[in-house]
């Protein structure tokens, strides 16, 4: 997958990108409690969104979403919400570094990878932190993943329509391997501790129902 998304970006492209990993997450305790700042208990998983990223010379922020075979592109004076759903979750990231008064010149990205959609897993806020990961490191940024996880997150806010809690944001770019986050999402003070699942098989079942939080009652429920 990671050289599919690599090889196809080179091919539309022309150029060698930076590659950017960035998972979705499971949370054990504390459903529906981040948004109301209570605590959580989440963990990045194994599956994540990939990201091929290079700055261009045209001005322009050009994206293709492998895994649907669709591409946007708009200049980088015209950050908008627009009528392509998935492209929102990307141009509310970079709007928010332009608010916080970068300046964030043109790059060519192609992403894609194995987070079920809409399937609770956090592919959105995979797919908006690796692409807030990939700007500050690509444009040498010097935003800590706090920060990142707050542009993420204030990007869905704005730009997505859905009023979420910080937590899917911050597992993403604070989770370890064989770890866990005790997440205090009214301070975003937190802890690590160890998750050692040698002996035993935590199992994640894909119903098949998908959810839309922008559609639905998610953003009456949140404080």
């Not at 970006?9 to 979705?24: N, W």
């Not at 990307?90 to 990205?109: N, P, R």
């Amino acid at each position: 997958m990671i050289q599919n998304i690599k090889n196809t970006f080179i091919q539309k492209f022309g150029t060698e990108p930076l590659m950017v990993k960035s998972p979705g997450r499971v949370n054990l305790i504390g459903e529906h409690t981040d948004y109301n700042n209570g605590f959580v208990l989440p963990a990045a998983v194994n599956k994540a969104i990939y990201f091929a990223v290079s700055p261009n010379q045209v001005h322009q922020f050009r994206f293709f979403a492998i895994d649907l075979d669709e591409s946007f592109e708009t200049a980088v004076d015209q950050i908008e919400i627009c009528s392509v759903h998935w492209a929102n979750f990307l141009l509310g990231v970079i709007a928010q570094f332009i608010k916080d008064g970068k300046s964030v010149a043109g790059f060519d990205c192609v992403f894609g990878g194995d987070v079920p959609l809409g399937a609770g897993m956090s592919s959105s806020a995979a797919i908006e932190c690796g692409m807030a990961f990939a700007i500050n490191h690509m444009q040498h940024f010097d935003y800590n993943r706090l920060q990142l996880a707050q542009f993420a997150q204030k990007g869905e806010h704005e730009y997505a329509g859905v009023q979420c809690g910080i937590m899917d944001q911050f597992a993403s770019l604070h989770g370890k391997a064989n770890q866990v986050i005790k997440l205090d999402c009214r301070s975003l003070e937190y802890e690590l501790f160890p998750f050692d699942m040698t002996d035993y098989l935590l199992v994640l079942v894909n119903t098949g129902v998908k959810h839309a939080l922008a559609s639905s009652e998610y953003n009456i429920r949140r404080l």
